[in-house]
């Protein structure tokens, strides 16, 4: 059995600050594993100990995402090796260019049984790669997932829905989204990243990866931040407990808080 | 010796701040196995420093230092400044001499950590960001190696560079824990400035920069002082006062450290400024006395670890120090896996290169500064004095003028400065300064 763990090596958006005009300037952010995907290759860990399954990482992106120090930080949570396309053209990649190339690197790994992703990334949130990803493989795409148990073409898979749990039975290749606390990521101890350092690390060329070209462009033209919520300031100053209680309870109606 | 299990590395550093960083790429330079622990995320994410870097100790190391690394600023304007509530006087040292060949640079450590670190990943060196060392091992009196978590590994010789407050090198009962008096706070913030703003108000071209050193009320009278150093679109701008004044003023750093951004002699500095890091550390202020025992069977203590820091009053300095001990360091213990002896004996070459380098004899030189600068008059009423005594010279009141000596001895009179405390500051301030 073959899993894959698609994960992302990305910018931290706590570093980064948003200009007035709603650009984002993200030059002081430094690089790390993206928040959410060491609790996928956690889950995934624990199915491959349980199968003997093999375990690969795999990560596209700008530049960067291929360095050693990126590659050894993902290959100390356990992977077995890591495969990435590295390349300046990604880095403003939208969603479905993502999840495109990576289409092909698990069709380039060949034989791959499972797709673990992470709840979502934490530069862009939206949730959206592990999806299409299976839907550039024609394979189911499951995401909140907690649970994930039984082996390749019987696969039990637990997830969240809204306002309730379920159990899946899957009985072929899937894309699975983990949820945000699906498991407890381990800290890679010493031994860990000693054994890192001696991981197999394959680098792809995209251009040889004959990713199909996007049918249409997709360009950011306008942004704009939140608008400020304007602070009413309003004080209740009385020295009657009950009076002040009161005089809450009105304030708060008339603003339709309750 | 003898070194029953073959270990995993010839040494492993704890910590890849400065000292740890330089003493790893040497050791790795020489061809030797090292494996570098940092308990941060990334080098350098949290290791703070004012910033001002003496460089040619750095330039033996890297020869290319000045034009690979990321420096900031040449420094070739000290700018000294006594400042009082609604006064200030200040001595203004320019110097070209300053800039060729370069002896100051600024550097933001955020920057320049990864770069060393990178630059002992070149050398063959394994780093290991992440990962915070728990204790040494020991067998006997011997460091064999270094625990974290349920992890273990070995190594002939173990440099502990883990800063200030050094658990490891307390650890093994090489240091006590230091005293208050011997430790100072430090509080820093980068503020973001376009280079054109700053160049505009230190008045410099090109890559020229400018320290600023501040006593008096910028710290509100605790013992210490600020310091506001230009980098090449930012400011690092802090202070630092020691821990004993501070506790018994009943003072908060933090207050200190607002009061002085706020202040009408520091805030025209900043204006429009917007604020990127800010960070607290500690600062070891004990100078020669604070130089324990660095050396044991397995086992040396470089940089800050080994309390190699001085506050000259107008500086602290601590960057070059562990510079200069990494150099020590590592060719004494290179020079004992040669002899594959590293007990204490052999690793002592480690103190002697250290004490007839640079940094044992600045320290020396030094010894006398942390006493000296325990005197508030430091702090409060020269900064008032000098300020009086130009009031006098300056303020047109239609009285005679009279002679500046007699105007700085009218001063005198009113400050609660005694001669006799000046004559005594003067002669403790030339022998310890
Ligand atoms: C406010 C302030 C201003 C200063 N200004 C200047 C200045 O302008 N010029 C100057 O030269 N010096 C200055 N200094 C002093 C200077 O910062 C220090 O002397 C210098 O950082 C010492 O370097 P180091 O490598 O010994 O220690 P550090 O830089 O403290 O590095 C220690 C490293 O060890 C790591 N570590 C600690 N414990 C462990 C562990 N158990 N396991 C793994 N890793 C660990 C830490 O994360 C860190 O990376 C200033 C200091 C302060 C606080």
Same mark, same amino acid.
């Given at each position: 059995?073959?899993?894959?763990?698609? #994960?992302?090596?990305?910018?931290?958006?706590?570093?980064?600050?948003?200009?007035?005009?709603?650009?984002?300037?993200?030059?002081?952010?430094?690089?790390?594993?993206?928040? #959410?995907?060491?609790?996928?290759?956690?889950?995934?860990?624990?199915?491959?100990?349980?199968?003997?399954?093999?375990?690969?990482?795999?990560?596209?992106?700008?530049?960067?995402?291929?360095?050693?120090?990126?590659?050894?930080?993902?290959?100390?949570?356990?992977?077995?090796?890591?495969?990435?396309?590295?390349?300046?053209? *990604?880095?403003?990649?939208?969603?479905?260019?993502?999840?495109?190339? *990576?289409?092909?690197?698990?069709?380039?790994?060949?034989?791959?049984?499972?797709?673990?992703?992470?709840?979502?990334?934490?530069?862009?949130?939206?949730?959206?790669?592990?999806?299409? *990803?299976?839907?550039?493989?024609?394979?189911?795409?499951?995401?909140?997932?907690?649970?994930?148990?039984?082996?390749?073409?019987? *696969?039990?898979?637990?997830?969240?829905?809204?306002?309730?749990?379920?159990?899946?039975?899957?009985?072929?290749?899937?894309?699975?989204?983990?949820?945000?606390?699906?498991?407890?990521?381990?800290?890679?101890?010493?031994?860990?990243?000693?054994?890192?350092?001696?991981?197999?690390?394959?680098?792809?060329?995209?251009?040889?990866?004959?990713?199909?070209?996007?049918?249409?462009?997709?360009?950011?033209?306008?942004?704009?931040?939140?608008?400020?919520?304007?602070?009413?300031?309003?004080?209740?100053?009385?020295?009657?407990?009950?009076?002040?209680?009161?005089?809450?309870?009105?304030?708060?109606?008339?603003?339709?808080?309750? | 010796m003898t070194e029953p299990v073959e270990p995993d590395f010839d040494v492993i550093?704890i910590?890849?701040?400065?000292?740890?960083?330089?003493?790893?790429?040497?050791?790795?330079?020489? $061809?030797?196995?090292?494996l570098?622990?940092?308990?941060?995320?990334?080098?350098?994410?949290?290791?703070?420093?004012?910033?001002?870097?003496?460089?040619? !100790?750095?330039?033996?190391?890297?020869?290319? @230092?000045?034009?690979?690394?990321?420096?900031?600023?040449?420094?070739?304007?000290?700018?000294?400044?006594?400042?009082?509530?609604?006064?200030?006087?200040?001595?203004?040292?320019?110097?070209?001499?300053?800039?060729?060949?370069?002896?100051?640079?600024?550097?933001?450590?955020?920057?320049?950590?990864?770069?060393?670190?990178?630059?002992?990943?070149?050398?063959?060196? &394994?780093?290991?960001?992440?990962?915070?060392v728990?204790r040494v091992l020991t067998e006997g009196t011997r460091v064999v190696g270094v625990q974290?978590?349920?992890?273990e590994l070995r190594a002939h010789v173990v440099v502990a560079?883990?800063?200030?407050?050094?658990?490891i090198?307390?650890d093994v009962?090489?240091?006590?824990?230091?005293?208050?008096?011997?430790?100072?706070? !430090?509080?820093?913030?980068?503020?973001?400035?376009?280079?054109?703003?700053?160049?505009?108000? @230190?008045?410099?071209?090109?890559?020229?920069?400018?320290?600023?050193?501040?006593?008096?009320?910028?710290?509100?009278?605790?013992? $210490?002082?600020? @310091?506001?150093?230009?980098?090449?679109?930012?400011?690092?701008? $802090?202070?630092?006062?020691?821990?004993?004044?501070?506790?018994?003023? /009943?003072?908060?750093?933090?207050?200190?450290?607002?009061?002085?951004?706020?202040?009408?002699?520091?805030?025209?500095?900043?204006?429009?400024?917007?604020? &990127?890091?800010?960070?607290?550390?500690?600062?070891?202020?004990?100078?020669?006395?604070?130089? $324990?025992?660095?050396?044991m069977d397995g086992m040396v203590?470089?940089?800050?670890?080994?309390?190699?820091? &001085?506050?000259?009053?107008?500086?602290?300095? !601590?960057?070059?120090?562990?510079?200069?001990?990494?150099?020590?360091?590592?060719?004494?213990?290179?020079?004992?896996?040669?002899?594959?002896?590293t007990s204490r004996?052999?690793l002592?070459?480690?103190?002697?290169?250290?004490?007839?380098?640079?940094?044992?004899?600045?320290?020396?030189?030094?010894? /006398?500064?942390?006493?000296?600068?325990?005197?508030?008059?430091?702090?409060?009423?020269?900064?008032?004095?000098?300020?009086?005594?130009?009031?006098?010279? @300056?303020?047109?009141?239609?009285?005679?003028?009279?002679?500046?000596?007699?105007?700085?001895?009218?001063?005198?009179?009113?400050?609660?400065?005694?001669?006799?405390? &000046?004559?005594?500051?003067?002669?403790?301030?030339?022998?310890?300064?």
């Open positions: 059995m073959k899993i894959v763990v698609a #994960y992302k090596w990305t910018r931290d958006p706590e570093e980064a600050s948003a200009r007035p005009d709603g650009t984002v300037d993200w030059s002081r952010a430094k690089p790390g594993l993206s928040t #959410y995907d060491p609790v996928a290759i956690e889950v995934a860990r624990q199915l491959a100990a349980e199968t003997g399954a093999e375990l690969i990482g795999v990560t596209v992106g700008d530049k960067g995402v291929g360095t050693p120090l990126a590659c050894k930080a993902a290959l100390g949570r356990g992977l077995d090796r890591v495969v990435t396309v590295e390349d300046g053209s *990604l880095a403003d990649a939208g969603r479905s260019e993502l999840a495109a190339v *990576l289409a092909e690197v698990i069709k380039h790994i060949g034989d791959v049984d499972l797709v673990v992703t992470g709840d979502s990334s934490m530069d862009v949130a939206a949730k959206m790669v592990p999806t299409v *990803l299976a839907g550039e493989l024609g394979w189911p795409a499951v995401a909140e997932v907690t649970s994930v148990t039984g082996k390749a073409g019987e *696969l039990r898979v637990g997830r969240e829905i809204p306002g309730g749990a379920q159990v899946l039975e899957i009985s072929g290749p899937a894309v699975l989204a983990t949820s945000a606390d699906a498991a407890a990521p381990r800290v890679p101890g010493m031994k860990d990243l000693l054994a890192a350092g001696k991981k197999p690390v394959e680098h792809l060329d995209l251009a040889a990866l004959k990713v199909s070209p996007q049918n249409a462009v997709m360009t950011v033209t306008g942004r704009s931040l939140p608008e400020r919520k304007v602070r009413k300031g309003q004080l209740i100053d009385t020295a009657d407990p009950a009076q002040a209680a009161d005089e809450l309870l009105t304030a708060l109606r008339q603003a339709g808080a309750l | 550093v910590g890849a701040g400065i000292a740890g960083c330089v003493t790893a790429y040497q050791l790795a330079q020489q $061809g030797r196995s090292v570098l622990v940092e308990r941060g995320e990334e080098p350098g994410s949290k290791n703070l420093s004012g910033g001002v870097l003496y460089s040619r !100790g750095m330039e033996q190391v890297f020869p290319d @230092f000045l034009t690979e690394a990321p420096v900031e600023r040449r420094i070739t304007r000290n700018y000294i400044n006594f400042i009082n509530g609604d006064s200030s006087v200040a001595v203004d040292y320019r110097d070209a001499r300053l800039a060729e060949p370069v002896n100051a640079v600024t550097v933001l450590r955020a920057k320049l950590d990864p770069w060393l670190a990178a630059k002992c990943e070149e050398a063959g060196a &394994l780093i290991m960001p992440g990962v915070r728990d974290a978590g349920d992890d560079a883990d800063g200030v407050n050094s658990f090198a307390q009962g090489l240091r006590k824990k230091p005293p208050q008096h011997h430790l100072a706070v !430090g509080v820093k913030a980068v503020v973001s400035l376009p280079r054109k703003t700053i160049e505009d108000r @230190f008045t410099l071209t090109g890559d020229e920069g400018a320290a600023v050193a501040a006593v008096g009320d910028c710290t509100e009278g605790v013992g $210490g002082g600020g @310091f506001l150093y230009t980098n090449i679109d930012s400011l690092s701008i $802090g202070i630092v006062v020691r821990l004993d004044d501070l506790t018994a003023k /009943k003072k908060v750093v933090t207050d200190i450290f607002d009061h002085f951004l706020e202040h009408r002699f520091i805030a025209p500095y900043l204006e429009g400024g917007e604020m &990127l890091e800010y960070g607290c550390h500690l600062v070891a202020e004990g100078g020669l006395d604070m130089v $324990g025992d660095i050396v203590v470089v940089g800050d670890a080994a309390g190699l820091t &001085l506050n000259t009053g107008l500086t602290v300095r !601590g960057m070059d120090l562990a510079v200069g001990s990494a150099v020590a360091a590592a060719e004494a213990v290179g020079a004992a896996l040669d002899q594959k002896n004996a052999t002592a070459a480690y103190r002697e290169k250290l004490f007839a380098s640079y940094v044992g004899k600045d320290m020396e030189t030094y010894a /006398k500064a942390p006493h000296f600068l325990e005197t508030d008059r430091m702090y409060k009423e020269y900064g008032e004095l000098l300020a009086d005594v130009l009031y006098g010279a @300056f303020n047109h009141d239609l009285k005679p003028r009279e002679h500046l000596v007699k105007v700085a001895r009218g001063s005198l009179a009113h400050s609660p400065l005694k001669i006799m405390q &000046l004559v005594k500051d003067g002669i403790a301030g030339a022998r310890a300064l």
